[in-house]
């Protein structure tokens, strides 16, 4: 399995308060990337990193930020939690960014009460 | 707009027959395929992927065909077992520089023994 750990990996919390969810991998991976679960919509990216610093948005971004001050950690933060973003959210890595698959951690269930 | 289809939510399959997932996507600019394979409370696990060079790729069970000029592609698998049972995703990237994966909404594949 590849080194990819999400933590916390349950979290309950209030609307309107901030949330930060890490993801750590061991592979050095140039590529990471945050995706939300949810019935009905599969899997939809929302920010993704391609290299220390550097980041993009994916189809789903309002409401969130990430940040990459190391190849091995990328953070998403909720920067006021709304129920909308209940959701499962899953970190994928990839070393090329293209031709070469995502490896997924097991994901952060996060429900906002 | 979503770009990569998965059009049938569910199927039910006899063990030992064949299961076939399909996805359809609409950009012309995708060039590499995947699957992926979800069980519950885990992460989604690669299974396997294709490039827009070719029109079919196996591994043991797994077979992938793309159909470029119907923006097609397909995930069979013979035979089929009882733990084949999960979520399945396809999924898509563009040799663009954008570094994006787009998945599809899922295929819950129930195999019956």
């Known amino acids: 399995d590849a080194g990819i750990t999400q933590s916390p990996r349950h979290k309950v919390t209030e609307t309107g308060t901030p949330v930060t969810l890490r993801c750590h991998q061991t592979e050095n991976h140039r590529y990471m990337y945050w995706y939300r679960q949810d019935p009905g919509h599969g899997l939809r990216l929302i920010h993704y990193s391609y290299g220390v610093k550097d980041t993009d948005k994916g189809e789903v971004s309002d409401g969130y930020s990430v940040s990459r001050s190391k190849t091995e950690d990328f953070l998403l933060t909720l920067e006021s939690a709304t129920s909308s973003q209940t959701s499962v959210y899953f970190c994928a890595i990839s070393d090329q960014g293209h031709n070469s698959p995502l490896h997924f951690g097991n994901g952060t269930r996060l429900t906002v009460t | 707009d979503q770009q990569v289809k998965q059009n049938s939510p569910s199927l039910s399959v006899q063990e030992g027959r064949i299961s076939i997932l399909n996805c359809d996507y609409t950009?012309?600019?995708?060039?590499?395929f995947l699957w992926y394979k979800k069980y519950p409370a885990e992460g989604p696990t690669f299974l396997i992927s294709i490039s827009s060079i070719k029109d079919k790729n196996e591994d043991g069970r797994f077979t992938v065909f793309l159909n470029k000029s119907a923006k097609h592609l397909s995930l069979h698998i013979v035979p089929s077992q009882p733990g084949d049972s999960a979520v399945y995703f396809c999924a898509a990237s563009a040799a663009s520089g954008t570094y994006k994966y787009i998945f599809g909404t899922g295929t819950r594949l129930k195999v019956l023994a």
């Open positions: 950009n012309s600019m995708f060039d590499y």
